[in-house]
């Protein structure tokens, strides 16, 4: 993979870094002038990670924040407003002021599934969303991501599993930032790093530097052109650190103090400003350009959100229980006739053949439908009555991969040259 970013990737890593931040501090405002309805939760200090993986996304891919990834929201494209307005619950929110923090998602046109508060729930989620993109032939990764804490759920360890046995083209960022609400992580994994967790399930994985934006973004990028590729699911671990507390109410007084100075040293905005000037791609003018567009954008974004209305009191009770077709069509909206996706019209070969994946034999014999390569080659004989199609799909199919020397290839390609990306971790 190139690893040099154009000037344009460099600035666009810069803008989306400032305007997380400053998305945040002007919610800071807001929930100190009582305008915000719930819980507010923050990514000071941890912007590099949403930012640097979102940015390594395409448009069409799927992902799914948790509570500190709105940086990832910017840069899929939710505009500022949206996010104040949903923590302002308004009317004009996306979810019409029923919620007062992050639920809320985009399926139709930004890919974006709303998070989910039940921690690891997301990731059979989105590995359920990588499996359909890949039935459908899309050639789409999805994202989703967890925090230290989350790691130690159950659902953690089930979704992995599956994503893996699945090999779903799939990239879970395991955002380790120390601290899961009061609990160090050194007391809660007795693990140097997170990234070992993919061992169990025989997946690669990478521990990188959570507060060196290239370096994420590197390694993210390679990880999700591995999972398009078909290499299956891949585990990134970022180390960095959650400088306030679990959210607003949280003074964090449980954190020593030269460990937040410590953090506070390597706060990754100044250290991207430092390189940037370095490397002569940011200099005192075109900073200040950055800082008033910002500043702009987020006044009008703000007024906009202020000036919406709350939702009226009789729009309560509306939406709670879905009645069918005159509340929302159930029907998804991608559907592919079912005789386009199955033999013998099925048009879209990749779903038939994903390496590696199984051997069982389907129960049905040699016409059955074929799922995701897991029939072994059958003799086709010239009478049966097996349809041309069919038969041909049988006959051509890739022979299964010995798993051993894919591993192998898989983890020859993954040699990440960035300082940061440290190392690649079967
Ligand atoms: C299954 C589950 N258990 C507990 C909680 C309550 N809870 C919400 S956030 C949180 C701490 C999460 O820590 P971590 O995963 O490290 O993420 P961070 O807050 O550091 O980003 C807990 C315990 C939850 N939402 N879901
Ligand atoms: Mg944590």
């Keep these: 993979m190139k690893k040099e970013l154009t000037k344009q990737q460099y600035l666009d890593l810069y803008y989306y870094m400032r305007l997380n931040r400053a998305v945040e501090d002007t919610m800071v405002k807001l929930f100190r002038q009582n305008k915000i309805v719930g819980g507010l939760y923050s990514s000071l200090g941890q912007e590099a990670v949403s930012v640097g993986t979102a940015y390594a996304l395409e448009k069409k891919d799927w992902l799914a924040p948790m509570i500190r990834n709105?940086?990832?929201?910017?840069v899929k494209g939710v505009p500022p407003r949206d996010v104040f307005m949903q923590h302002m619950a308004k009317y004009d929110s996306p979810t019409k002021g029923k919620d007062g923090t992050s639920h809320?998602?985009?399926?139709?046109?930004?890919?974006?599934?709303?998070?989910?508060?039940?921690?690891?729930?997301?990731?059979?989620?989105?590995?359920?969303?990588?499996?359909?993109?890949?039935?459908?032939?899309?050639?789409?990764?999805?994202?989703?991501?967890?925090?230290?804490?989350?790691?130690?759920?159950?659902?953690?360890?089930?979704?992995?599993n599956f994503a893996a046995v699945q090999k779903a083209p799939f990239v879970l960022v395991l955002e380790n930032n120390q601290w899961a609400y009061s609990t160090p992580v050194k007391r809660q994994v007795p693990l140097d790093n997170l990234a070992d967790r993919a061992k169990a399930y025989g997946i690669p994985s990478y521990s990188v530097d959570g507060n060196d934006v290239v370096a994420v973004y590197i390694t993210a990028k390679e990880a999700v052109e591995r999972a398009r590729n078909g290499e299956g699911?891949?585990?990134?671990?970022?180390?960095?650190?959650?400088?306030?507390?679990?959210?607003?109410?949280?003074?964090?007084?449980?954190?020593?103090?030269?460990?937040?100075?410590y953090w506070e040293a390597r706060d990754p905005i100044a250290l991207y400003e430092k390189f940037l000037t370095?490397?002569?791609?940011?200099?005192?003018?075109?900073?200040?350009?950055?800082?008033?567009?910002?500043?702009?954008?987020?006044?009008?974004?703000?007024?906009?959100?202020?000036?919406?209305?709350?939702?009226?009191?009789?729009?309560?009770?509306?939406?709670?229980?879905?009645?069918?077709?005159?509340?929302?069509?159930?029907?998804?909206?991608?559907?592919r006739p079912m005789a386009e996706v199955t033999p013998p019209k099925s048009s879209v070969s990749a779903v038939w053949t994903?390496?590696?994946?199984?051997?069982?034999?389907?129960?049905?014999?040699?016409?059955?439908?074929?799922?995701?390569?897991?029939?072994?080659?059958h003799e086709v004989s010239k009478?049966?009555?097996?349809?041309?199609?069919?038969?041909?799909?049988?006959?051509?199919?890739?022979?299964?991969?010995?798993?051993?020397?894919?591993?192998?290839?898989?983890?020859?390609?993954a040699a990440v040259s960035t300082k940061s990306a440290r190392k690649v971790r079967r």
């Excluded at 991501?145 to 130690?152: E, F, N």
């Excluded at 994903?354 to 080659?377: C, L, M, R, Y």
């Design 354 to 377: 994903v390496k590696g994946f199984g051997s069982g034999k389907a129960s049905g014999g040699p016409s059955a439908p074929i799922h995701f390569g897991d029939t072994e080659k």
């Design 104 to 160: 809320f998602g985009d399926l139709e046109n930004l890919h974006i599934v709303s998070p989910i508060s039940m921690l690891g729930d997301l990731i059979p989620v989105m590995t359920g969303v990588a499996m359909a993109g890949r039935y459908l032939g899309q050639r789409i990764v999805s994202m989703t991501w967890i925090g230290d804490g989350g790691s130690s759920t159950g659902v953690f360890h089930e979704g992995l």
């Design 278 to 335: 370095e490397k002569k791609m940011l200099v005192e003018k075109s900073k200040k350009e950055i800082e008033e567009k910002i500043a702009a954008l987020l006044s009008a974004e703000r007024d906009f959100a202020e000036n919406s209305p709350m939702p009226p009191a009789e729009f309560a009770a509306h939406g709670v229980y879905c009645s069918g077709d005159d509340c929302h069509k159930i029907a998804p909206k991608w559907q």
């Design 233 to 261: 699911p891949i585990l990134l671990e970022v180390k960095t650190f959650r400088r306030l507390g679990h959210a607003q109410h949280d003074p964090a007084e449980y954190v020593p103090k030269q460990m937040l100075a």
């Design 383 to 413: 009478d049966s009555e097996v349809p041309e199609a069919v038969a041909e799909a049988i006959q051509t199919k890739a022979k299964p991969v010995a798993v051993k020397s894919a591993a192998k290839k898989a983890a020859k390609s």
């Design 70 to 74: 709105i940086g990832a929201l910017l």
